[in-house]
């Protein structure tokens, strides 16, 4: 199943800023929790999203981590893109 969802705010307001980030972190939570997973977000997002693919004791990350590090050991080709960070900066975050 596929869900486009666009959220309209005013990016001006402070206020309607912090709802919308509120909100968006909420349907994160809920849709994890439903099952559902995203495949693309905001860059704001993305750890977050990263995060939800928790399962197995890391398995998918651990993955990921290995690819990354295999195929771009230096970290320059889009640190962090999708929750998926180089080495180096992995270790700087921990």
């Known amino acids: 199943m596929?869900?486009?969802?666009?959220?309209?705010?005013?990016?001006?307001?402070?206020?309607?800023?912090?709802?919308?980030?509120?909100?968006?972190?909420?349907?994160?939570?809920?849709?994890?929790?439903?099952?559902?997973?995203?495949y693309r977000t905001h860059l704001a997002f993305m750890d977050k999203i990263a995060g939800t693919y928790n399962w197995n004791d890391g398995a998918l990350w651990k993955l990921h981590h290995k690819l990354k590090d295999a195929l771009d050991p230096n970290g320059i080709l889009a640190p962090g893109k999708m929750g998926i960070w180089p080495k180096h900066m992995r270790e700087e975050k921990a």
């Open 2 to 38: 596929h869900h486009v969802f666009s959220l309209t705010f005013d990016r001006s307001d402070a206020d309607e800023r912090r709802r919308a980030r509120e909100l968006f972190n909420l349907l994160i939570e809920d849709a994890a929790t439903a099952g559902y997973g995203e």
